[in-house]
């Protein structure tokens, strides 16, 4: 049997699964939260059988941080998504895996790429928590292939360690807020962490918060535009803090943006140990979605532009500005090269 | 990435996914149904695939038969299950998939084949649901592998053939009961505890309980009334005793009462400790739920009256008259104080 | 609405979460049991956590009381419900926890309160689980605020004297069958199919039916062993007839042959079509699971001998032993033709 084989080596992996209607909206499209989750299963797998291939402490692979992601494609129900994984470089302390999403209609026989996404997995010792274990190496094949993996590192430690500083605000309730202000469609969601979230080691798996910050992201975005709304990209996420089980986590979202054709969603999500009150209420994770929305033919529709009210608003309108700026002359830049 | 390739090649498939708690019982073996429902995704998908690459009418392939399947090793949580599918025999109107699924302990490294299993699919045409399509012919590594493949098909087809008399027995030699009458309705069902549906200290939450109860009594109210319906109170719920993991749970439902518009249905809720017996069986839990009936419009409508035999269920509705007259006074005594 | 401004304070907590399609029956209403199980979430949250605001031990807020409930509006699909928690009285051994639930249009923007509900939870400790910790106090907003509560909390007390007696009776007054017979292990379970168990044409997919197949043998089986218990093998399955979207699917199984090492249980499944009835009830599938048990350490145990009751169940006894050596001659033969 071929496909056995594959498992064997243990640098690469797929997973895929037929889209149901509990993954999508009411119109059909899959929640970008949906394809997130198995992006990260796919990663944690890999990612925690490389850094057990060599003797030692037995650890479990831990997301540190997601690279700005886009979603080239809607995926539909029915539809069957691919998700492939490799481990394309490995740092003493951390690996990157690369996904790839496909989706496929079964029907038809028609496939697209919808996602590319990158993936930093830390190792935890499982015998105790707190250390950080060593990486095993991989084989590169080309010395410029390791020479490229080692700048994406460097370039995401730095900032992994500049965003460590953006982690303290809290969203503040607004009474009876005024259609298209930031106040009417902040959101906010609580979950209790229930076992089938957790590791086997009593961790939330990334995945699982990523699906919820997608799931408060496209609330705000629904409330904000009234229409049917579908996640373009996530910006680079940073998980600072682990979540354990018997949290409660709070995910709230707020408007930051809107350009015509799409807005930006701020995420916070916060941990709250239920019965170990003393630990505290912690920010785990914070993020940037970016959403679309769409008319009925699942053509792109212009978004209604935001009221800001106060400076604070103004001033995040603006930084969110630079980040959609800076990422159109990202795509750009990437598409001439590609040319 | 090499992974993309395998997925063009029509005739093979690899599912995999980590096991969750949710997909075992409380000692930690994976559950046989999780694996064969594992089995049957790929099975469907390659299935539905391959009787798609043709022109013609689109279909779904609709599982007919699974061979003899043994479970050879357990599987356990927080272990990867590996599902390859491989289509091997086609027949003009059916297809052969076999699947091998191995387990991984991505800790260790270690894995198994814990089964291997056959599964017939008939393709269904999409257009009209009871015209079975044609299905594309394969390609055989050699002669001989369709021989051995349509001995299969053969062998399969008559006990297909035999065992289709064999299923018109039903396990209760039920009488019969007359429709309106509380036999017919009356409803239970059983649940096994799972960890999902626990707190973190393994009790399971008032919230699943009530969830279970009210499933029971719609399913109760349906049969009654063979329409949509929908739950429109609850009576008080006292919750004596607490059920734990590793309880199977019955619930069982019965209407009691019916006025013109609604009725009136008893959930029982009992607990039953699987392993430790010798705690015996205990009622948990009982209730008093009230359904409307709705057309297609969401308009209510009229409830069937029902047929009570006996003097104990004649006593039933009583009581029940007696509980909907107090709640109905009740109402209006609130919305008169209210004006 | 008022309820979002207080989540900073530990007596107040917000819930929100868009219905999904399995949260609704096939018109698309929510089900009563989904919002049920949505309060009770937000209740249990709000009581263990305000009963942990002080030292001392640990505990957990166990359910005890949910007062009778409306349900004022459906939920549709699609809406966001929000669920609002607050507690409003404290005894020194029970808080009430009140909880409003909304339902939001995010397309429309339009709000209706669906629900108001009361619930009352007793703190148990987590280091001794039968015994009831003490409640901190609350604050109240006037004194007339406490008394009102404590009326309700005495009033309360009584009715859940007054139930706890009617509790006794069981719905069928079972003739307690003996343990090991046929008549004790017997199960059987109720499922409404969801929209997840489907595929995109509305048939039930068959690793969903066989899922509820092994859950139901595996009761059984856990019934007439009390031990661990592992799915050994299936025998092959044959589907004769379709499951659609919106039928009741009733899965039956009972013993039929135990060796020293294995039991055997036939498993039935017949489908009811709820609102379609006068298609009548059917049998679509029948099969024979394989039953083994372990003990702690994962070693078989052997299985207690079968009570037979009446000829036939001798009958079906002796057709199993038949199943059971040709299966055994069969591997054995497997076995000599590999080596």
């Known amino acids: 049997m071929s496909g056995t084989q594959s498992q064997a080596t243990a640098s690469s992996l797929q997973i895929c699964r037929i889209m149901r209607p509990d993954d999508a909206n009411i119109v059909g499209n899959v929640h970008g939260g949906t394809i997130l ?3 990260e299963e796919a990663g944690c797998i890999i990612g925690t059988r490389h850094c057990n291939t060599q003797p030692g402490d037995r650890c479990a692979a831990q997301l540190a941080r997601v690279e700005r992601t ?20 490995a740092s003493k302390h951390s690996v990157e895996v690369q996904v790839h999403v496909m989706s496929e209609n079964i029907l038809t026989g028609a496939t697209k790429m919808t996602n ?5 997995y830390v190792p935890f010792s499982l015998e105790d928590v707190d250390n950080v274990t060593e990486v ?11 020479e490229e993996g080692k700048k994406r590192y460097e370039a995401q430690k730095m900032e992994r360690l500049e965003t460590k500083e953006r982690n303290g605000e809290l969203l503040i309730p607004v009474s009876a807020p005024e259609p298209y202000t930031v106040g009417f469609s902040q959101s906010s969601l609580i979950h209790l962490v229930g076992p089938s979230d957790c590791t086997l080691h009593g ?3 990334g995945g699982v918060t990523m699906k919820l910050m997608d799931e408060v992201a496209g609330i705000v975005a629904a409330r904000h535009c ?7 990209s996530v910006d680079a996420i940073n998980f600072h803090r682990k979540i354990m089980k018997g949290c409660v986590v709070t995910v709230s979202g707020r408007a930051t943006f809107a350009s015509n054709k799409s807005m930006e969603i701020e995420v916070f999500v916060d941990a709250d140990p239920l019965i170990e009150a003393e630990k505290g209420k912690y920010r785990a994770v914070t993020a940037f979605f970016t959403y679309i929305s769409l008319d009925k033919q699942g053509k792109p529709l212009s978004i209604p532009p935001m009221k800001l009210e106060g400076d604070e608003e103004q001033r995040r309108f603006e930084d969110g500005k630079m980040r959609y ?15």
Do not use: C
């Not at 095993?136 to 390791?146: N, T």
């Open 203 to 205: 961790f939330v798996h």
């Open 70 to 89: 886009d979603f080239l494609y809607p995926m539909f129900i029915g539809e069957v998504a691919h998700v492939s994984a490799e481990i394309t470089y």
């Open 37 to 39: 989750k198995m992006i």
């Open 136 to 146: 095993p190496p991989i084989k590169y094949a080309s010395p410029g292939q390791e």
């Open 226 to 232: 009234k229409t049917n709304i579908v996640t373009a």
């Open 116 to 120: 590319r996404a990158a993936l930093w």
């Open 325 to 339: 700026l800076q990422n159109k002359a990202k795509r750009l830049a990437d598409k001439e090269r590609q040319q």
